[in-house]
Nanobody, 119 residues
Framework: QVQLVESGGGLVQAGGSLTLSCAAS????????MGWFRRAPGKERELVST????????YYVDSVKGRFTISRDSAKNMMYLLMNNLKPEDTAVYYC????????????WGQGTQVTVSS
């Protein structure tokens, strides 16, 4: 079983930065594809960024390209999302997610961390 715990959310002004962290336990990152999702008020959950178990960055949603950077520290079993030049439309609950080998869907989820960007 994989446990994921996010941290680092908060309130920030537009143009500011935040770094989200996701602590994984139960399996090493080298056995998991991992990603960040977000759900804004009144909207569907959206995939923000992912990387494969090998550490290759696979995807950024267009709206965050050039502003967000996904990374991981395998030694600490941690994943990060550095968010720069934040915009009010980035306001959402951000979730860390993971899937094991052979899974199409992300089947492990954190509890979420709120990011609020004020204009």
């Amino acid at each position: 079983q994989v446990q994921l715990v996010e941290s680092g959310g908060g309130l920030v002004q537009a143009g500011g930065s935040l770094t989200l962290s996701c602590a994984a336990s139960g399996r090493t990152l080298s056995t998991l594809d991992m990603g960040w999702f977000r759900r804004a008020p009144g909207k569907e959950r959206e995939l923000v960024s992912t990387f494969s178990r090998s550490g290759a960055v696979l995807y950024y949603v267009d709206s965050v390209k050039g502003r967000f950077t996904i990374s991981r520290d395998s030694a600490k079993n941690m994943m990060y999302l550095l968010m720069n030049n934040l915009k009010p439309e980035d306001t959402a609950v951000y979730y860390c997610a993971a899937r094991g080998t052979g899974n199409i869907l992300y089947n492990y989820w954190g509890q979420g961390t709120q990011v609020t960007v004020s204009s």
